[in-house]
RNA sequence: GGCGGCGUAGCUCAGUCGGCAAGAGCGCACGGCUCAUAAUCGUGAGGUCGCGGGUUCGAACCCCGCCGCCGCUACCA
């Protein structure tokens, strides 16, 4: 059996779950619910990074312990992912032992190997803001919000020796072409290397709330260098070595472009520095945008995803998240198109077919559906739905995986007008009609289950297939002319409602 | 400033190696149908493929210039 694992970012807990990030973790969702549907071993990571100045200073603000800010945020993301329908197989919390624990023993291998060293930090601290900028970010050598000097401060830290990783890593970047994806993400990160690469304060002595360097306890990680861990703290790299060499480096890690950088620079560097290949692939997707506008906290555009569940429902609200962008670039989000396409391409094209196939067998079949028959006009373009869908499914291209799809669902509407079977005494011509159309829902539900796994439930139940899912077999079952029929129809009220 | 990307029908976008008459979905218009969730089917609109040059038998795809937008350019979750 192969396997396969993805991993969404793991979440940080000073703002509440919103569209951008169910965007991430839908994907995530989905392609480790096709690779169950592969039947390969599927571990899907997700999680809460919970560590950090952020943070200690955001409880302090709240009047109440770091651990209970990050227990209660931590959990407000559990719960939008168990109303969204995600399936992950393993939640992390940074603040967890077992990352703690791998951490520890993970920078420890670094630290041993000789390329984590102790050195000097200076910075620029605006004593107003309370925080520290780089010079690019300086105005005239002012803070650039307070107008006034920044002070020079020094710390004794602990650098990461990145500068020591250019070579090792141009070489991984030639040797492995799709390492990053979309290409313009992976020209960035490798012009990123080519400029030179600096080595990197990984340790923090100011404050507390981190996790303590194992062989210096005045001072903690830099959150993102312990963060990162946390995908092979979820893998067992410490807990269960059999399974971690298993899983690893077959892993594919989902991200928000915003965060390139620490992924496709600083991590595949640290693996390689503590003795492990890097991550098989990191797939860079784009912002959901608003009116143009990344949605944030600070912009006052962000959308709760529940709301939006709520409105269209859950199945709904996952195909409209995941069908109106392409996994890559930037995309306009907004509520008028969702509910366009959740008329016409769910109610209209999917949920009615089924309707009016169903009414039809009701009324020329005595409910009970005929067979499909082997031999259909219909199945060419079964067999093109079907292999286009593996492929851009395989390739975490969901807007394609389900228009090919829905080319298949079009072609059938148009099927059932030239042969109206409605208009026909019951009989054989009948039959086929139906039992062709009936066969090409069977199809169609068992490609759409990744992203709708209740409605493509639903739909193989009424036409006599429950629990169909649970054992289908890709590659034997998609195949034209598999439906038996013979089975009694459920009725049921539309399966997608119109939003007017 | 340096490196890179984008600009294709009203909207959202496809267009692999340059080549059959520039595409899809939605929206819109007209027509058909009435089994179905006022759903569906057919037809259509006529987009200088950002602008100007060039290479080529032939370019949306290659080269040069210009205009507009955007990304990366280190320790910001």
């Not at 599927?42 to 100045?53: I, N, P």
């Not at 992924?263 to 503590?274: K, L, N, T, V």
């Amino acid at each position: 059996m192969k396997s396969f694992c993805v991993t969404t970012p793991i979440y940080y807990v000073n703002d509440a779950p919103h569209v951008g990030h169910a965007y991430t973790t839908l994907h995530a969702d989905i392609t480790a619910r096709w690779n169950r549907l592969k039947r390969n071993e599927v571990f899907f990571l997700t999680g809460t990074d919970e560590h950090g100045l952020k943070i200690a200073e955001a409880a302090e603000k709240l009047g109440i312990s770091p651990q209970e800010l990050t227990d209660s945020t931590s959990r407000r993301f559990k719960d939008a992912w168990d109303q969204l329908g995600i399936k992950y197989d393993d939640f992390i919390r940074t603040t967890e032992p077992r990352h703690i624990e791998t951490v520890n023993a993970f920078t420890q291998k670094i630290y041993d190997a000789g390329y984590i060293v102790k050195d000097t930090w200076e910075g620029l601290y605006c004593i107003s803001c309370e925080s520290n900028y780089i010079e690019s970010e300086l105005e005239n050598g002012m803070c650039p919000i307070h107008k006034r000097p920044v002070e020079k401060v020094k710390e004794d830290n602990y650098f990461f020796k990145l500068s020591q990783f250019e070579d090792r890593l141009l070489k991984f970047y030639e040797d492995n072409p799709k390492f990053i994806e979309p290409e313009t993400k992976f020209n960035e990160a490798l012009s990123f290397i080519k400029s030179g690469l600096k080595d990197i304060s990984v340790t923090r002595s100011s404050f507390d709330w981190g996790i303590t360097v194992p062989w210096d306890h005045s001072q903690v990680f830099y959150v993102w260098f312990e963060a990162l861990i946390n995908y092979v703290t979820a893998l067992g790299y410490t807990s269960d070595p059999d399974r971690f060499n298993r899983l690893w480096p077959n892993t594919v890690h989902m991200i928000g472009k915003e965060i390139t950088r620490f992924h496709c620079i600083w991590w595949p560097a640290m693996c390689m520095a503590a003795g492990i290949n890097p991550p098989s692939k990191i797939l860079v997707h784009g912002w959901l945008l608003v009116g143009g506008e990344k949605m944030s906290k600070t912009s006052l555009n962000k959308i709760d995803p529940v709301d939006l569940v709520d409105e269209f429902g859950l199945d709904q609200f996952r195909y409209l998240l995941v069908k109106g962008s392409p996994f890559g670039p930037d995309s306009e989000f907004s509520y008028e198109e969702l509910k366009r396409r959740n008329n016409s391409d769910l109610a209209n094209n999917l949920g009615n077919l089924l309707s009016r196939v169903l009414a039809v067998v009701n009324s020329k079949c005595d409910s009970i559906t005929p067979k499909v028959d082997t031999d259909s006009i219909l199945k060419p373009a079964a067999d093109l739905a079907v292999e286009s869908a593996k492929e851009n499914w395989d390739n975490f291209s969901p807007a394609n995986a389900l228009e090919s799809i829905w080319n298949l669902l079009r072609a059938t509407n148009a099927y059932l007008e030239t042969n109206e079977p409605w208009k026909g005494e019951p009989g054989d011509k009948v039959n086929k009609v139906l039992g062709d159309s009936l066969e090409v829902l069977r199809i169609a539900a068992v490609l759409i289950s990744p992203v709708m796994p209740t409605s493509a439930a639903e739909i193989l139940t009424r036409i006599g297939l429950t629990n169909y899912l649970d054992d289908v077999s890709l590659s034997d079952d998609l195949g034209w002319g598999q439906y038996p029929g013979g089975f009694e129809i459920k009725k049921d009220a539309p399966l997608f409602s119109r939003i007017k």
